[in-house]
């Protein structure tokens, strides 16, 4: 399986991004999904995740700012980013979650000016 997440880029504090995360098989719809994140220096945090039944979690820094979705039919996850903090500077990944490690892709760099 690949996983391919797309959409970072270069923000102000303030802003938004959305980020999407397609899969070339159908592993969301039964497999809890999981977006991370890798700041530099710092190792890799768990973001956001949601079961395939639909329950959604976040960790307490973007609880309230970030929102994650997925769509079953075109087997992605995306990931809505609001009022973006220069602490939210990082490269992000999706995977499953718990994340497997052949799934680990390129990721997609969101950078946050000040």
């Known amino acids: 399986v690949q996983l391919q997440a797309s959409g970072g880029g270069l923000v102000q504090t303030g802003g938004s991004l959305r980020l999407s995360c397609s899969a070339s098989?159908?592993?969301?719809?039964?497999?809890?999904a999981g977006w991370y994140r890798q700041a530099p220096g710092k190792e890799r945090e768990l973001v956001a995740t949601?079961?395939?039944?639909?329950?959604?979690d976040y960790v307490h820094s973007v609880k309230g700012r970030f929102t994650i979705s997925r769509d079953n039919a075109r087997n992605t996850v995306t990931l809505q980013m609001n009022s973006l903090q220069p602490e939210d500077t990082a490269v992000y990944y999706c995977?499953?979650?718990?994340?497997?490690?052949?799934?680990w892709g390129q990721g997609t760099l969101v950078t946050v000016s000040s």
């Open positions: 995977n499953l979650y718990p994340p497997r490690a052949a799934y």
């Open positions: 949601m079961t395939s039944g639909g329950s959604t």
């Open positions: 098989r159908s592993i969301f719809r039964i497999n809890a």
